[in-house]
């Protein structure tokens, strides 16, 4: 196959920071998708509306000119917030989630959910809207190892939540073990899942590849070949409860290479390409167009884009680097040939 046409895709997990750092980083993403879930995760986070309408608006002014992209907006849920923050939320019409975030479990995340029994008229209220919360699923217990901790939440925190919430819209966010995929895939359409590109294409043995090589770390962490095969299971199967979600998370290569780096790899500069490739390899190019333009729409209520992108067969090399505001970021397979190319229009 020389090319492929999709369906303009949509991207249903990514970090796009702010400042100047956003002006760099939001023009990849814009140009091949539709739209995108934005993280509300800064510093501060986002946790009201009229936080969630001031962040959209620095966001479409960093998009380029002519180019036709939606940032879909969420807000960070805390022990603190209100349930008629919901409502408010659901009115605006920009917001369409509420990220869960265990305290402590990821970049920014100590602002979070300490205990969600502080949340329940929140989720009740979730509930009731019809809006998805978003889930990092894992503990943050220190005795529970990093390998195990998305199977443990699973386990622990998850499955009584949804006893509690039982038509409470969750998506599992970068599912990363065969137990998540088999949780997703016993459970009923309010719940779904995505999967990110590294975690279908890499797993942990990546990470120490001739030594440790912090570009490959993000939280939850690669795991052993055996998940990512059911990942990759997963994705190409034509489960409409498996969508496309980057996880695309930008960090300065000062940030990601330092005594305690951060957690996060950046793929928005590559995305579609790189699933297109994930998809190849598993003889599935047939199954990509579902998940990464239709299956989202379907689960978020939002209408499927009308124009399309096209991939051609053709190698290309990643940059070694990209501007990231006053420093710069290392992506994803820097450096390395990627055998399928947006066209550009």
């Not at 719940?191 to 590849?209: E, G, M, S, W, Y």
Request: proline share 7%; net charge neutral; glycine share 6%.
């Amino acid at each position: 196959m020389k090319s492929i046409t999709l369906i303009r895709p949509d991207d249903w997990h990514l970090h796009v920071r702010d400042g100047d750092a956003l002006k760099d980083i939001i023009p990849h993403t814009a140009a091949r998708f539709g739209r995108a879930i934005i993280m509300p995760n800064l510093k501060p986070p986002i946790t009201t509306t009229e936080q969630a309408q001031a962040y959209q608006q620095r966001i479409q002014a960093a998009i380029p000119n002519g180019v036709n992209f939606t940032p879909l907006m969420t807000l960070y849920l805390t022990d603190n917030m209100r349930a008629n923050e919901i409502i408010t939320a659901k009115e605006s019409g920009i917001i369409h989630a509420v990220k869960y975030y265990p305290a402590g479990a990821t970049t920014n995340s100590d602002a979070a959910v300490t205990d969600l029994k502080k949340t329940w008229a929140v989720l009740e209220s979730l509930q009731q809207q019809g809006m998805p919360l978003l889930v990092h699923g894992e503990v943050t217990t220190p005795e529970i190892d990093i390998f195990d901790r998305e199977a443990v939440f699973i386990d622990s925190v998850l499955q009584p939540l949804l006893k509690d919430f039982p038509e409470l819209k969750v998506v599992l966010e970068h599912i990363t073990t065969a137990q998540a995929v088999d949780f997703i895939q016993s459970t009923p359409n309010n719940i779904a899942a995505t999967i990110t590109p590294q975690h279908l294409l890499f797993n942990r043995n990546d990470i120490f590849k001739g030594g440790i090589r912090p570009h490959y770390y993000c939280l939850p962490v690669l795991k052993r070949e055996q998940h990512r095969e059911a990942l990759v299971k997963a994705a190409t199967s034509g489960n409409p409860k498996f969508f496309l979600g980057t996880d695309s998370a930008p960090h300065s290569q000062t940030a990601k290479e330092s005594a305690c780096g951060c957690a996060g790899i950046y793929s928005a500069h590559a995305a579609i390409e790189l699933y297109a490739g994930a998809f190849e390899d598993n003889n599935a190019l047939d199954k990509l167009e579902g998940f990464a333009s239709l299956y989202g729409p379907k689960y978020y209520q939002l209408p499927i884009n009308v124009d399309k992108i096209t991939l051609i067969k053709e190698p290309w090399q990643i940059p070694q680097h990209y501007p990231f505001g006053s420093e710069t970021l290392t992506p994803l397979k820097a450096g390395e040939m990627v055998q399928w190319k947006l066209k550009r229009v």
